[in-house]
């Protein structure tokens, strides 16, 4: 195989979400009418990382007691419990399922959708929230799904610089701080609450851009199956405080445990470099992964 020259895409994309991050506060404001009230009852939709997205912040939105979130891919749904909202979130605004979904219910409850291409069915199938300054060429979605988060956590009532500041020092150090996981055979990514979306997120990262083993569980779960892959040349990763015990039950398995006090949307900046490594290693171009394409769209 012939190895992929630097200055892909997708490193350029993972480049600008410092900042992006930072820019989402005025988009939150600006489309504040558009996103959750704090009360209603909300569904978030998406598929792949726009799902993972959206269980991040259904789980944040419930913790800060803003009213009932559930997050479901368009064909999973159950928007017969009651839902005030719906959101939709869709890079290319595209996706076959999303637009069947934003279809079936316009005009019976307020739907808003988060996308990142213009001239989208999307847009004229929903209220709108366009981020096309965080549009993609790469397959691999990165800066507009973290984008979308971050949008989300300001709407929230997070403040993010801080959050923003953790991924400028992640993005400029070495990729030797990487650690094993840049050779490992395996990588078993768990979460908590909201970083459970995140693992899941990075899990899929991985697999896409570089086709390797990955694998993503609720940090509690991890020991009641999961454990049984763990072993030397393999590694554990952990989005936000382990729980009690976790890092002593990996060290036993011998495979190498990785935990940080980043918040886990810089962390997962660290799986993103990770990505850009793993690929290049593999002699894999990064932009366009094996079967995949920008947006599933299903004949009718």
Not at 184 to 189: E, G, N, P, Y
Not at 251 to 259: C, D, K, L, P, Q
């Amino acid at each position: 195989m012939t190895a992929i020259a630097p200055g892909t895409y997708l490193e350029a994309e993972i480049a600008t979400q410092p900042q992006d991050w930072l820019a989402a506060r005025v988009t939150a404001e600006r489309h504040r009418a558009l996103l959750p009230a704090a009360g209603e009852r909300v569904a978030v939709v998406g598929c792949g990382t726009s799902l993972y997205m959206a269980q991040a912040f259904a789980a944040l939105r419930e913790d800060a007691g803003l009213g009932v979130t559930d997050a479901w891919t368009p064909t999973e749904h159950h928007l017969e419990r009651g839902y005030d909202r719906v959101v939709a979130i869709t890079r290319s605004g595209t996706t076959t399922e999303v637009l069947d979904l934003l279809d079936q219910v316009r005009g019976r409850m307020r739907t808003t959708v988060i996308t990142s291409t213009t001239g989208s069915p999307a847009l004229d199938l929903a209220d709108p929230i366009l981020t096309a300054e965080v549009d993609e060429s790469s397959v691999v979605q990165t800066r507009f799904a973290t984008t979308t988060l971050a949008m989300l956590r300001w709407h929230l009532g997070e403040d993010l610089t801080p959050v923003a500041a953790q991924a400028e020092r992640v993005l400029a150090t070495d990729e030797s701080t990487l650690g094993q996981a840049v050779h490992a055979d395996q990588i078993t990514f768990l979460g908590r609450r909201w970083t459970n979306g995140i693992a899941h997120e990075a899990a899929l990262k991985l697999r896409e851009s570089s086709q390797s083993w990955t694998e993503s569980y609720p940090m509690m779960e991890w020991r009641h199956g999961p454990v049984s892959i763990a072993a030397p040349g393999r590694v554990v990763w952990a989005f936000g405080e382990p729980v009690e015990g976790l890092a002593d039950d990996v060290a036993r398995t011998g495979a190498e445990f990785v935990s940080s006090d980043l918040d886990a949307m810089a962390d997962l900046l660290r799986v993103h470099r990770l990505c850009l490594v793993r690929a290049r290693a593999a002699g894999l171009d990064a932009d366009s992964p094996r079967n995949l394409t920008r947006s599933i769209i299903l004949s009718a």
